[in-house]
């Protein structure tokens, strides 16, 4: 039996990541909301933060 990686877009990686960051709740809350892992939804967490911070010092 073989067992296939989930893709996700962009756009779904964003929103989840700012729900996470908005809402202030955790990362395990939003992921199983979502039926996504922890360690995914914490990678694209991490990066948005980034993504963020990077603008704020551009401006």
Not at 5 to 14: A, G, I, Q, S
Not at 21 to 38: C, K
């Amino acid at each position: 039996m073989t067992i296939s990686k989930r893709k996700f877009t962009l756009e779904f990686k964003l929103e989840a990541a700012r729900r996470v960051i908005d809402s202030g709740r955790s990362v395990r809350s939003v992921a199983q909301e979502l039926s996504i892992g922890e360690n995914s939804l914490s990678k694209w967490v991490r990066d948005e933060r980034r993504r963020l911070e990077a603008i704020d010092a551009t401006s």
